[in-house]
């Protein structure tokens, strides 16, 4: 059964780690995710941005394959199914299709009209059981035509956003969506830090988690960070696999052209890579 992200990242802020979410894209996708957190024993999150949940046909499609993967999986692990970088409307497209989890990224408004529609989503994800994440400065990159050139957040912007009853907050702090460039400034962790001291003891999420050195994750889940977005990774995984499967002219041989053998390193390589997040987030064994 899906839960909400709140006590799962609660749990990981207090012991001192870090729950992944890892962005889906398809079946193979969610499979591969799946099985590792089971395998893991780690509590995971399903991260799905509108341009994915559309791509497979809709949110509430997304919805019931979880559900039913997670049945025929036998998977007991906690897993929330959240939206990632939602609109206003697609927050409540999601509560309606049977997500227990919802970000509302009201960043690329003015902070009184972020406030004002975070407000309103609280309380309706809150009668409903769900949890609700909000955003304060914009991650750098291009999330679903969501640009954002990666500006830091204003503590007390996060103070006002998380004053509403937020369950966790994403704060931008130099991080970006997609490959980090070669002149990346780092993440700024004095803006992190007061970002943590504004907002007391709520779970910090740290977006675009792919090509963050390792010494700077532990240093962010040390600040507060509690949940920690990759999707670009996972992506670069499967297309390499996928990639070194055709050009070796596996696909060729036999029945390699079956979708089932093609996509197959792919889908191995995906659980590789989550499997080496969760083990640097520390996440595994806390389910």
């Not at 036998?74 to 609109?87: E, K, M, S, W």
């Not at 960043?107 to 009184?112: F, L, R, V, W």
């Not at 990159?141 to 103070?159: L, Q, R």
Request: one cysteine or more; proline letters at 3%.
């Amino acid at each position: 059964m899906l839960v909400a992200a709140k006590e799962m990242l609660e749990k990981a802020r207090e012991g001192k780690y870090a729950v992944g979410q890892f962005n889906i894209n398809n079946l193979e996708w969610t499979k591969s995710v799946l099985l590792t957190a089971q395998e893991l024993q780690s509590p995971v999150i399903l991260g799905v941005s509108e341009g994915a949940g559309k791509y497979m046909t809709g949110f509430k499609t997304v919805a019931a394959m979880v559900e039913a993967m997670m049945e025929e999986l036998n998977i007991t692990v906690p897993v929330a199914l959240h939206l990632d970088h939602g609109t206003y409307d697609g927050c409540y497209k999601c509560i309606k299709a049977g997500f227990s989890s919802i970000m509302f990224d009201g960043s690329h408004y003015p902070i009184e009209e972020n406030i004002e529609k975070t407000r309103e989503l609280v309380k309706i994800a809150h009668a409903m059981g769900l949890s609700l994440e909000a955003e304060v400065g914009s991650i750098g990159g291009e999330e679903d035509g969501v640009v954002g050139a990666g500006e830091c957040a204003d503590p007390a912007e996060c103070k006002a956003i998380a004053d509403l009853g937020i369950d966790f907050l994403a704060a931008g702090i130099g991080n970006i969506h997609g490959k980090y460039p070669a002149n990346w400034q780092g993440l700024n962790f004095d803006v992190l830090a007061k970002v943590k001291e504004a907002v007391g003891d709520m779970p910090l999420v740290l977006h675009g988690g792919t090509g963050i050195p390792e010494d700077m994750i532990k240093k962010a889940i040390s600040l507060g960070v509690a949940k920690i977005n990759v999707n670009t990774e996972c992506q670069l995984s499967f297309a390499d696999a996928t990639r070194a499967y055709i050009e070796a002219g596996k696909d060729q041989q036999g029945k390699g052209f079956d979708p089932r053998k093609l996509l197959a390193p792919g889908a191995e390589a995906i659980k590789a890579t989550v499997k080496e997040k969760m083990e640097l987030f520390g996440s595994v064994g806390k389910a």
